[in-house]
């Protein structure tokens, strides 16, 4: 009997253990392997290593940027030398400072980028609002119209616009971007209008209602309401606007010759500027020499615009979700 | 004097009515017009025109010699034409999958991803313009195991010969192309979260894998983002800096022989081109899109 009731414990433990066991080896499956697919360990494990993977490849060539700016000429023709250079030089970045005439071409390019941007966001706000809210008769050809100025490519209408900035002798200096800008058209201005659009559609309507039964005017609610409202919209758009202006080159390169020169054309002549003695075409020309002055003078470039990034990282990229672009 | 009246009261009725919204169209409206009509449609008339500059313009009507000469004559403008096409063909679903690969995965919950939320984003800020050009120009951007396994072979033997040269153009300035993905990421991604989470637990209680929740929830619900991503990603290559075919167009505006006119006329081909991509884009997916609704 006592041997019988000993058995008997002896088995409940062995069943309570067991049930332990495979209690805990499903906790360790539940988290190894996961309920969901990204869940797991494994699921988390292989997407680090295909997203890092990727990154690498992705940012690759900024790494061979950097890594070649900082090489001096003898390493940029020894072909044994890939990555890492025998020593670092800082000649190619002084160089690609005076070739650029950086300090003086930093300034075009940010008075032009920041100016534009501003007026985008005001007039593309307001365009938006307009078209969302307030009756506009036809307001599909409207919707139509814009459409149609995103479609465009600017190739088409280049020629044109020259003769009548010319016309108009905003030639040569920052009003060639900044009047179109002011008047609704700067660059992707209809993309801009669109995000308004979709933002100001998403809001409640009874805030207007509020304010009109007070009195308010179109203008005063436009003002005091609807843009502080849309201030993640006006972020994104301000941002995203500033970016462009900054790298852009195709309008510049048509529209300012002389004088007032951004950064993104002092580039595109930079080679000139290191070889005086190679004139004309030298676009084909891939001079080992001048690589790490030109890979420099690209870094100097894009440096700026990266800080920017780095700083208001969060705004950039929550900031298109929240603004509703999407819906 | 009924009548008049009546009159200014109507237009009483359509200023209060529509006064505010066209003032907040006003300089839109005016832009419009002075930026984008008068040029649209000035470039429509040289096309149809041989144009003489020489101070002052000079205009003699051609009809449609200009779009017959870029076909028959000029024996650049077709091959680049086509080989554009080839590329766009070949680089706008590759970029759309890319983002759409990229997208899901960083949709997923895990510490960190903002960081490569981040990452993926970077390019857009500076692969515009000049810079890319430059990088091009040095011919970075190759993907490693391109050269080392000697893909050329294999691509002719599936392919075909005549787009070898394509798909090996493209292939070997894969990052740099994909670096356009970065608007594309972002646009998948806020467009996953329209998706509620209910309907994920739900068909996990009916005992779907993720696989299967993978193509019967979030592939038809991102179908609006696919298409949306391909009108942006056409339109975004417009202005890609290796388009052969816009560098034939600024050529040929400054030669004697040719001229603005038939610049023009090259411009609108190409823009025709485009539209008709993009209405292809629109009929298959705008298709897609309204039968995914009905279903829903």
Known sequence: ?327 | MNAKSRKRAELKYHVSRYGTGLLFMLPWMIGFILFVLIPVSWSLFMAFNKVQVGGTFKYEWVGLRNFRDAFLKDNIFPVELITYFQQMLLMVPIIVLFALLISLMLNQKFPGRFIFRALFFLPVIFATGQVLSELFAQGVGDVPFLEQYNLEPLVKKYVGAQFTETVMDVLSRAVLILWYSGVQILIFIAGFQTIPASVYEAVRIDGATPWDSFWKITLPASMPFISLNMLYTIIDLFTFPLNPVLAHIKDNMFKANTGYGYASALAWIYFAFIFILIAIVLGVFGRKMKRGSVRA
């Open chain 1, 1 to 327: 009997m006592m041997s019988g009731l000993k058995a008997e414990i002896a088995r409940a433990r062995s069943g309570i253990q067991s049930l332990f066991w495979s209690r805990r080896a499903q906790k360790v499956k539940l988290m190894v392997i996961g309920r969901n697919i990204s869940d797991g360990l494994i699921a988390k494990l292989v997407l680090y290593v295909l997203l890092s993977i990727v990154a690498y490849l992705y940012l690759q060539p900024i790494l061979y940027m950097v890594s070649t700016m900082l090489k001096p000429a003898t390493d940029l023709l020894d072909a044994t030398v890939r990555w890492i250079p025998r020593e670092v030089t800082w000649d190619n970045i002084t160089k690609a400072f005076h070739g650029l005439q950086y300090p003086n071409a930093l300034l075009v390019t940010a008075t032009i980028a920041i100016s534009c941007s501003l007026a985008s966001v005001i007039i593309c706000s307001m365009t938006g609002y307009a078209m969302a809210r307030l009756s506009v008769p036809f307001k599909w050809l409207f919707t139509g119209l814009i459409i149609l100025t995103f479609l465009i490519p600017p190739q088409v209408v280049i020629i044109p616009l020259y003769v009548i900035f010319s016309k108009l002798g905003l030639l040569n200096s920052i009003f060639v971007f900044l009047v179109p800008a002011l008047l609704g058209q700067g660059m992707k201005a209809a993309l801009f209008i669109f995000i308004f659009m979709q933002f100001f559609k998403s809001q409640p309507q009874s805030l207007e209602e509020a304010a009109k039964l007070d009195g308010a005017s179109t203008a005063r609610l436009f003002v005091g309401i609807m843009l502080p409202l849309a201030r993640s919209a006006c972020l994104v758009v301000f941002l995203f606007s500033f970016i462009w202006y900054w790298n852009m080159y195709y309008e510049p390169s048509m529209f300012l010759s002389k004088g007032f020169t951004p950064l993104s054309i002092r580039l595109d002549m930079l080679e000139e500027v290191l070889n005086p003695t190679l004139l004309g075409n030298t676009r084909t020309i891939i001079n080992p020499i001048t690589e790490g002055t030109k890979m420099a003078a690209a870094f100097m470039i894009i440096l700026p615009p990266i800080l920017i990034f780095i700083i208001l990282q969060r705004w950039f990229v929550s900031g298109i979700e929240r603004s509703g672009i999407v819906e």
